[in-house]
């Protein structure tokens, strides 16, 4: 009995113990994390996330990173090759594919499919760890007119689904789709818009993928004064359509000649759209002009122009300083009429271009056959220049491939060295790719390089 009791008192003073123990012992408190607003930035070295898959178009020369007015896109882990099926990437475009202004818009089309083809035939591009074809883009006939140009943007974004416009071809249709695709942050390229008003704070995703007449008519007018006809540039009739095309390249063109110390015996305007020049040709040529420049005139309206200018007997140089197709003109137009005739021509085809050049200008040919249309060449590049800064994001957000975009430059095109330009007359934005400017002139029926002058921004007088 003596030992029981002496067991029992044991096991209840060792119970005691253990229960002494769990009592005392301190609850475990989670270790908070340093609050992240006090935490230093990241010092390791950003991956670069496109270097496993470059774009076609890009050379080895590595891409500056964007200015300090741009932010930096967010850092992103190295991405896995992929290894699942391709997914299809969809851009859209409105650009004139019917009316006066057919022959710009066609060429907008056929260099961005050229640029589309060769990216795919690389092996597309890879954002995320995924791999994408560029699609089909969705283009729509805006006809050149501002109306339809609303209306394709409409499409592009509420029926497509678009989140990328590579192409909105002229000056009135852009003017007018440019507050649609901001107001619902769609990244757009701007095909052939001179308008200053198109781009800018107002409008910060989009962008002018053409150089615009604000960056070469001063140029274009001091070489024509300086060198090429410093005599018969004395007296200059300026004529431009009456449309918001007509007036930002009259405007330049003014100011240009004015600076350059010619008399412009005659400045005025036409109806969009006109195709009997006679009677506005025959007031002009009263006023002994020795030079002829009709500014902004489309394809479809030179011709006729000519010819009847040179029918009314005008033997001055003929002068232009918008995009024209050569050979087109050729079929339309006398041989002895077109002779001397000096146009804006990204030259691919010349003895001048380059092994580059000439091998755009063949597959175009190859694919579309004649005339090579000289537009073609700035959509070609602003496709590709968009889709490395795609790779660049490794984002499909228009707003973040916005930021990368503004920042880069592009060495080595086929338009030679580009970047963009413009803050002094876009609200501080640079976005209007530029590069030097071609010229062309035809010589006993032959194109014939004759200029390749280096950008100058317009300032107004």
Not at 54 to 72: D, E, F, I, L, Q
Not at 120 to 141: M, S
Not at 235 to 247: C, F, I, S, T
Request: aromatic fraction near 10%.
């Amino acid at each position: 009995m003596k030992k029981l009791t002496i067991l029992v008192v044991t096991l209840v003073a060792l119970l005691s113990m253990v229960l002494a123990s769990c009592t005392s012992a301190p609850t475990a408190t989670p270790t908070q994390p340093a609050p992240t607003a006090t935490q230093p930035a990241p010092t390791a070295t950003r991956p670069p996330t496109a270097a496993a898959t470059p774009v076609p178009g890009a050379t080895a020369t590595r891409v500056p990173t964007p200015t300090p007015t741009s932010p930096a896109p967010t850092a992103t882990p190295p991405q896995p090759t992929p290894t699942g099926a391709p997914q299809l990437l969809k851009f859209g475009a409105h650009l004139a594919l019917s009316g006066s202004g057919a022959l710009w818009g066609l060429a907008g089309q056929r260099g961005n499919n050229i640029a589309k083809e060769e990216i795919n035939a690389a092996g597309g591009i890879v954002v995320g760890g995924q791999r994408y074809l560029l699609d089909n883009v969705v283009y729509y006939d805006d006809k050149y007119i501002p109306d339809e140009g609303v209306k394709a943007a409409n499409k592009l974004i509420f029926e497509d689904k678009v989140k990328f416009v590579v192409n909105t071809g002229g000056t009135g249709p852009s003017l007018a789709s440019a507050p649609i695709f901001t107001d619902n942050k769609i990244l757009s390229l701007q095909g052939l818009c001179y308008s200053k008003d198109s781009i800018g704070a107002k409008y910060p995703y989009a962008f002018r993928s053409v150089m615009s007449s604000a960056f070469y008519y001063k140029p274009f007018v001091d070489w024509m004064r300086k060198t090429k006809y410093p005599t018969e540039s004395q007296k200059v009739a300026l004529l431009d359509q009456n449309d918001a095309l007509g007036w930002t390249v009259h405007e330049q063109a003014l100011a240009s000649w004015k600076k350059s110390g010619a008399t412009v015996v005659f400045e005025g305007y036409y109806p969009a759209g006109t195709t009997d020049f006679t009677s506005i040709l025959t007031t002009i040529l009263a006023k002994g002009p020795t030079l002829f420049d009709p500014g902004a005139v489309s394809p479809g309206q030179f011709g006729p122009m000519i010819t009847q200018l040179r029918d009314l007997n005008f033997k001055g140089p003929i002068i232009t300083a918008t995009y024209q197709i050569p050979t087109d003109l050729q079929k339309a137009v006398k041989a002895d009429y077109l002779e001397g005739l000096i146009t804006a021509y990204p030259d691919m085809i010349t003895d001048a271009a380059n092994p580059a050049q000439k091998a755009f200008s063949t597959t175009f040919i190859k694919a579309y056959g004649e005339p090579f249309l000289p537009l073609s060449t700035w959509s070609y590049v602003g496709l590709k220049n968009l889709a490395q800064a795609i790779v660049k994001a490794n984002s499909l957000d228009p707003v973040v491939v916005t930021k990368t975009l503004e920042g880069m430059t592009f060495p080595g095109t086929i338009l030679g060295d580009g970047s963009w330009a413009g803050a002094e007359l876009y609200g501080g934005l640079n976005h209007e790719f530029t590069a030097n400017q071609m010229f062309i002139q035809l010589q006993n029926g032959k194109v014939v390089r004759v200029a390749d002058l280096k950008p100058q921004i317009y300032t107004a007088p």
